[in-house]
């Protein structure tokens, strides 16, 4: 992504990223707070690592609401803030969330007109490494 990352003052068309340990959860910063993309509920939740499709939704929350308490890093973008949040807001109410197709992360980017998720392509990468490993041990052994 272009532009700066950091722990600096977010600003309203910034991207924010949550670190929820082993995942990170991202949203556009917005002169009210910021517009995030979430799965709708609990049962949602648990159909997300078998890569469904389940219902999310985008809203638009406070920012300590968004931080929930933990470290948030905030990247600039070189797209005008106005066209970044426009993006966001027109979304807001019910959106389609998967994990690999299409997750928060996806959401803010495209608002910020890219879309693609870093966390699912290192994933996918990982993956891809483990089943060439295994087919290589596979035929070095049998």
């Not at 700066?4 to 068309?13: I, L, R, T, W």
């Not at 470290?71 to 019910?94: D, F, L, M, N, Y």
Request: proline share 3%; charged share 25%.
């Amino acid at each position: 992504m272009a532009g700066n990352s950091g722990k600096g003052k977010a600003e309203p068309g910034d991207l924010l990223e949550r670190d929820d340990g082993f995942a990170k959860h991202w949203g556009v910063c917005t002169d009210k707070g910021v517009v995030h993309l979430t799965p709708e509920n609990d049962a949602s939740k648990s159909k997300i690592m078998t890569e469904q499709t389940v219902r999310g939704t985008v809203s638009e929350v406070g920012f300590e609401n968004f931080a929930n308490g933990r470290s948030v890093t905030v990247h600039k973008t070189t797209t005008p803030p106005s066209e970044t949040i426009e993006r966001a807001r027109a979304k807001i109410g019910a959106h389609d969330y998967n994990l690999t197709k299409y997750n928060c992360e996806h959401f803010a980017k495209e608002a910020a007109g890219m879309c693609q998720s870093g966390q699912v392509e290192r994933v996918e990468r990982v993956v891809k490494n483990v089943l060439d490993y295994t087919n290589q041990e596979q035929n070095f052994s049998g």
